[in-house]
């Protein structure tokens, strides 16, 4: 099965969202093709771009990514479904990996902020907050630039091997060109 159709059966039919209730507020800017087109850079692109909002530090990605959706024109629902890479099983280990790599470049020091967050005197937690939110925003930004490149380059990439394979298979083993 290519990526091409591995994504048509798995991800909703514009009908399907904008026939809903809640989306209907939104219709006429929902029924843009472009938002709901399979194609090489339209996935590949809300596929970086969705990288890039998994890792900002805020719990609304959602009320992010729609508008970024709509004035960008990104597939809809390739960004709703790499957005919930940041889900409660990974949301520490990747602020947890951010922080640290923001640590690096801020040249902070790692203080142990978790016996004041757990005392819970809310000038203490408010303490521990202001200590990690520099480094913590500063990784969220470099960790989701470069996942947000990285993810666009593999889905480029994923991308050309199945158009080869289907060529390949479809004219033997000989090279186009």
Request: aromatic share 10%; charged share 10%; net charge positive.
């Amino acid at each position: 099965m290519d990526f091409r159709h591995y994504l048509q059966t798995h991800l909703p039919q514009r009908t399907a969202v904008s026939s809903k209730g809640w989306s209907k507020w939104a219709g006429r800017y929902l029924n843009d093709p472009k938002l709901w087109h399979l194609g090489r850079r339209g996935v590949a692109r809300a596929t970086g771009f969705g990288m890039l909002v998994a890792f900002c530090p805020i719990p609304v990605h959602l009320l992010i990514i729609v508008p970024l959706a709509l004035c960008l024109r990104l597939n809809l629902p390739v960004l709703l479904a790499v957005v919930w890479v940041n889900n409660p099983l990974t949301i520490v280990p990747m602020f947890y990996f951010a922080y640290r790599v923001g640590l690096a470049l801020t040249g902070h020091s790692h203080a142990s902020q978790a016996a004041l967050v757990l005392s819970g005197n809310w000038h203490h937690i408010r303490q521990a907050l202001a200590a990690i939110w520099w480094p913590l925003c500063v990784g969220s930004a470099i960790c989701g630039v470069v996942a947000g490149l990285l993810a666009f380059v593999v889905i480029n990439a994923l991308w050309r091997v199945s158009i080869v394979r289907r060529w390949r298979a479809r004219h033997g083993r000989v090279r186009p060109g």
